[in-house]
């Protein structure tokens, strides 16, 4: 994003959005406070979370008619009387379902750069993002905003094992990420699928088979351990004499693989077409 700030939110972060409670803080929240129509607002397109439960917006709505909206929607201004939401989006959709009319927001002037770190941050720390929607969020602070994975790990509370295993999903064919997606895999599913090399195929079993996370790890193993070789029999001396009588019979290199009661197969090995021809010649007399 052109003009995007490179110096990192970090702890500050609490205070852009409502969370800091120090004096200072509380003070500062109280002169931008306000209360303004519902219509108003506008979804940040940068925000993370693009799949919204529609139990867990019904929960919340229902909270909103008993209690009203306790917590203001962070907003920034766009123009035109209108404002864009930087952290509050579900608030606002779960308040619409409660036909609240209008919501008490504080007000940020933010930069494009710093609305987006702020929407990504807060919606790892906030919210249940299913795994894709979390990694893609991974993406854009690391692209963005120039953070390493341990910076990230430090500045919303997760390991940087969390960090790297997560953004490994982004590798995943759209087909799987689409299952996440959907809530049909994990992400423990899905990161015993990413080193795999037929992770699609590998998907659809879990799924018809409904595996554990377990099971799917196990799964995984066994499709990408080096296949194992049994060695083979040791032939018995009547199968290499015999062998040895056809070879010498026909001048060139016999093998036979004797099965029992099944039968087998004898092969003759040639170099050249000319010692193919005189084997064909030999045969049809």
Same mark, same amino acid.
């Given at each position: 994003m052109t003009g995007a700030p490179k110096?990192?939110?970090?702890?500050?972060? @609490?205070a852009l959005i409502g969370d800091d409670t120090s004096e200072d803080a509380v003070l500062q929240d109280v002169r931008t406070l306000r209360h303004m129509p519902i219509e108003l607002l506008r979804a940040s397109p940068n925000n993370p979370r693009k799949h919204f439960a529609d139990a867990d917006l019904e929960e919340l709505s229902n909270s909103i008619r008993d209690k009203g909206l306790l917590q203001p929607i962070v907003v920034r201004p766009l123009g035109g009387g209108e404002y864009e939401i930087v952290a509050g989006e579900r608030r606002w959709?779960? @308040?619409?379902?409660?036909?609240?009319?209008d919501v008490p927001v504080l007000i940020r002037e933010l930069s494009d750069g +710093?609305?987006? +770190?702020?929407?990504?941050? +807060?919606?790892?720390q906030r919210t249940d993002l299913n795994p894709l929607e979390e990694a893609r969020a991974y993406g854009l602070l690391l692209e963005q905003f120039s953070y390493t994975q341990q910076q990230l790990a430090e500045s919303i #509370?997760?390991?940087r094992s969390h960090i790297a295993n997560t953004l490994r999903l982004l590798s995943l064919p759209e087909s799987v990420r689409q299952q996440i997606e959907e809530g049909n895999l994990t992400a423990g599913h899905a990161r015993a699928l990413v080193s795999t090399d037929s992770p699609a195929e590998l998907a659809d079993r879990i799924i018809k088979l409904g595996l554990s996370v377990r099971e799917a790890e196990g799964l995984a193993r066994e499709a990408t351990s080096p296949k194992t070789h049994r060695p083979k029999a040791e032939k018995d001396a009547d199968t290499k004499a015999l062998e040895k009588i056809v070879s010498e019979a %026909? #001048?060139?290199?016999?093998? %036979?693989?004797?099965?029992?009661s099944a039968g087998g197969t004898m092969q003759i090995s040639y170099k050249t077409l000319d010692q193919l021809e005189d084997i064909c010649k030999r045969l049809q007399s």
């Open positions: 110096k990192r939110l970090g702890r500050g972060l @609490a959709r779960a @308040a619409q379902r409660a036909g609240v009319h +710093e609305a987006l +770190e702020i929407a990504l941050i +807060e919606n790892i #509370g997760k390991s %026909i #001048g060139l290199k016999v093998a %036979i693989a004797h099965k029992g």
